[in-house]
């Protein structure tokens, strides 16, 4: 199964400088618990933007058009059809986690939504592209913790693709 996963501002916003615009323990509390234990997918501006350096626990796959591209502890490929065709064979979930042209290409195939909406606005320079939410139906919704280290009211929803 392909899902993707996220955080978004209330406009969109998923990123600044190839790095969060936001510090919010619960939602990578939340991207840690959903992740693990599965294969994680994304580019290899946003894997750079970690640090390059795997997360533990997942499968890492860096997708770049770069034939020669390597980096310690994580699998490269080069297409969406490689992808796609490593996510029909893992028994796990393949989640999608970013940048914003990644999330583009594969949302077609994604049959779940995993997006955390933090009830802010920040300034930042990537966004998530464009989602027909007519495609999608919410199957939870809950509410982030505010305390001393989450100070940005948040909730996490789940959307699964309607049946054609």
């Not at 790095?19 to 840690?32: G, T």
């Not at 058009?65 to 028994?91: I, K, P, R």
């Not at 940048?99 to 998530?128: M, W």
Request: hydrophobic share 35%.
């Amino acid at each position: 199964m392909l899902a993707a996963i996220w955080a978004q501002d209330e406009n969109g916003l998923i990123g600044k400088d190839d790095k969060l615009p936001w510090h919010l323990p619960n939602d990578l509390a939340f991207f840690k618990s959903t992740t693990e234990n599965n294969t994680i997918v994304m580019g290899r501006t946003t894997f750079e933007g970690m640090g390059k350096r795997p997360l533990p626990n997942r499968r890492t796959i860096v997708l770049t058009s770069d034939a020669n591209y390597l980096a310690d502890g994580v699998e490269v490929m080069h297409s969406l059809q490689e992808v796609l065709t490593y996510a029909e064979s893992f028994e796990g979930i393949t989640f999608i986690t970013g940048g914003a042209k990644v999330y583009q290409e594969f949302l077609p195939n994604c049959s779940v939504l995993y997006r955390t909406v933090i009830h802010e606005s920040f300034e930042g320079d990537t966004y998530f592209p464009p989602v027909n939410w007519e495609e999608w139906t919410m199957i939870n919704i809950s509410e982030g913790l505010v305390d001393d280290k989450n100070v940005f009211k948040h909730s996490f929803e789940t959307y699964q693709r309607k049946a054609n």
